[in-house]
């Protein structure tokens, strides 16, 4: 084993890329929420980039390194400690046996990225160690005194480049997302689709991995017969009887009833993954 957890933090999940393509079977894409991040961390330290790594939500996680192993943080942006002194971050850091890390709550975004020489060694679930949060599949969220096993994943091309350092959005800043139209953008009057691209809308603090919940004035749907549930996809704006827009995130729901009318663009989806609540945002459609 190559780590032992101390404290877990608020929520501190196993997460790659995730394991799109079986919404048939009802399971989400799942993933890292903010999916550079996590590729940064990872070829950093020289794994692949869809190694399975910590998501650890506004720090609080403090974990003791059994065997030696070359670490790196990526994402949220705050204190972290390797034995007492702060480690840099969006760098490959290397830790001693016995070495303690801990996670400060971060000043700028919400969700650190770690990852560990080799990958956090958890089990496959068609083809992903992801947890994913709707359905419970997965690894369950990290535990006191649990243990987690290491370097079982091959060592990466070194030539794959390595993805640029976003900083993570200051909490007063606005977030700006591009999205296109959704399939049913016909069911709502012209005047909110200028409403969705025209004002600014603040994250709800009833948000989480399945979806971002946004506040501000409502939209109007005018088609109002009763939608039956159809499929659901990352990004998707859907938008249900109170006009007040979700998005959905990685742990999403496979199929919904109410009206989609938008979809954020993917790249632009990692910023949600470190938005807190009372973020404004804004849509450029």
Known sequence: MGIVVVKPG???????????????????????????SLRLANLLVGNPAGAAGLEILLGGLRLRIVKASTVAVTGAEGIVTLDGPEIPLNQA???????????G??????????????????PQLL?????????????????????????????????????????????????VMRVDPGPRVDWFDDDSWRRLVSQEWT?????????????????????????PSEGMVLGALQVPPSGLPTVFLADHPVTGGYPVIA???????????????????????
């Open 105 to 122: 709550a971060p000043l700028f975004g919400l969700r650190y990225y770690l990852a560990v020489q080799g990958g956090i060694d958890a």
């Open 263 to 285: 979809v954020v663009r993917r790249t632009d989806l990692d910023l949600l993954g470190q938005a807190r609540p009372g973020q404004r945002i804004r849509f450029l459609g």
């Open 127 to 175: 083809g992903s160690r992801s947890t994913d949060m709707l359905s419970g599949e997965g690894p369950a969220p990290l535990t006191s005194g649990e243990h987690l096993g290491t370097g079982r994943e091959l060592v990466r091309n070194g030539s794959d480049p390595l993805p640029a350092v976003r900083r993570a959005p200051d909490p007063g800043q606005v977030i």
């Open 10 to 36: 608020p929520l501190t999940l196993v997460e790659d890329l995730g394991r799109p393509g079986w919404a048939s079977l009802g399971l989400s894409p799942s993933g890292a929420l903010d999916r550079q």
């Open 203 to 227: 994250l709800s603090p009833d948000s989480n991995r399945i979806g971002a919940r946004l506040l501000g004035r409502p939209l109007k749907q005018v088609r109002l017969e009763e939608l």
């Open 93 to 103: 850091v290397r830790a001693a046996p016995g070495a303690v890390l801990d996670f």
